[in-house]
């Protein structure tokens, strides 16, 4: 913003005609919804020609009704994709922390362990793995919280196709096909239609598994 160039002018105009386009969509909440959370962690490695910054993002659903998200370019420069997968995920599970605390604040049973989906097996074998290793050994203390969690129960960690990874929109510039298909699966729909009748379905909904 302090130094706009033609190329920021450039990337700034389609976004400004996706949202012309997008006045009239809302998020949809069913009243009838699982407690259980799913969430997915993505990152956008060094692709910032600016800066060369990493950005991380992460969604959640509840049931689903998409709840909570957020995107960020961080601070410093990864040299490991590894160590900004694994810091997308820390940065995922902190926010699963407190969306169950605030679940529990609510008085809203949590019966089961919630899923946090991430489409880097590295990260996943790091969050298992107790033994630092070359891999390893560069990553802050703070970021083991990850495994912290996973080995309290509070979230099951699962891998996830980078074809379906749904987080992609926050983090990177996706094709027009798979941007438009990533928007239907986060129940935008337009808020002045009158509401469809017949059933909707959780499996109808599942961000990771329904790929049409």
């Known amino acids: 913003m302090s130094k706009p160039t033609k190329a920021h002018h450039a990337a700034a105009v389609p976004i400004l005609r996706y949202l012309k386009g997008c006045l ?3 998020l949809f909440f069913l009243r009838t919804c699982s407690p259980h ?4 962690s993505d990152v956008d490695w060094t692709t910032c020609i600016d800066s060369r910054r990493f950005i991380t993002g992460y969604c959640f659903f509840m049931g689903y ?13 990864s040299c490991s994709s590894s160590k900004a997968e694994y810091r997308a995920l820390a940065f995922a599970t902190c926010e699963l922390q407190w969306l169950t605390y605030f679940l529990r604040d609510l008085r809203i049973p949590l019966s089961k362990p919630f899923v ?69 699966k986060l129940q935008l729909q337009n808020i002045f239609a009158p509401p469809a009748c017949g059933g909707l379905t959780e499996k109808t909904y599942n961000p990771s598994l329904n790929t049409t």
């Open 37 to 40: 959370l799913l969430g997915i």
């Open 65 to 77: 009704s998409f709840v909570s998200w957020k995107t960020k370019k961080q601070t410093t420069v």
């Open 24 to 26: 009239v969509k809302g």
């Open 116 to 184: 946090l989906y991430c489409d880097n097996h590295s990260a996943l074998h790091i969050a298992a793995n107790p033994v630092f290793h070359e891999r390893t050994k560069h990553l802050d203390i703070d970021c083991h919280l990850v495994r912290e969690k996973s080995q309290a129960g509070l979230m099951l960690l699962l891998p996830v196709p980078s074809s379906n990874q749904l987080a992609d929109i926050f983090t990177k510039t996706l094709p027009p096909q798979s941007f438009n298909t990533n928007i239907s």
